[in-house]
Nanobody, 127 residues
Framework: QVQLIESGGGSVQTGGSLRLSCRFY?????????MGWFRQAPGKEREGVAA???????TYADSVKGRFTIARDMPKNTLYLLMNSLKPEDTAMYYC????????????????????RGQGTQVTVSS
């Protein structure tokens, strides 16, 4: 059974940083994995944030480009989202996900493109 468990969320002030982690269980990392992060703010639709594609390249939504970095540690079976220069509009529940299908949309995969996803970790950015 595949499980994805996120951690690292919290409350920060504008301009702060956070590192989200996503530990995978029952899923073996491969070089051609496609995985990523999406988020959902209250009252808004889910939004793809960042993705690692099967060709090992990375892609980002315009709203986070230059501020967020997706990375992974294969020996630790862990996916990360490094978030810098956080803004209040980044406030959302963040989810990690894996096994993408279909095309990238607006710089990242939508939530519906993934087979597996975690339960989420909350990020709150105050002004």
């Amino acid at each position: 059974q595949v499980q994805l468990i996120e951690s690292g969320g919290g409350s920060v002030q504008t301009g702060g940083s956070l590192r989200l982690s996503c530990r995978f269980y029952g899923y073996t990392f491969e070089n051609d994995d496609c995985m990523g992060w999406f988020r959902q703010a209250p009252g808004k639709e889910r939004e793809g944030v960042a993705a690692r594609l099967s060709n090992r390249s990375t892609t980002y939504a315009d709203s986070v480009k230059g501020r967020f970095t997706i990375a992974r540690d294969m020996p630790k079976n862990t996916l990360y989202l490094l978030m810098n220069s956080l803004k209040p509009e980044d406030t959302a529940m963040y989810y990690c996900a894996a096994d993408c299908r279909g095309p990238v949309q607006r710089g990242a995969y939508p939530a519906s493109a993934y087979t597996y996803r975690g339960q989420g970790t909350q990020v709150t950015v105050s002004s």
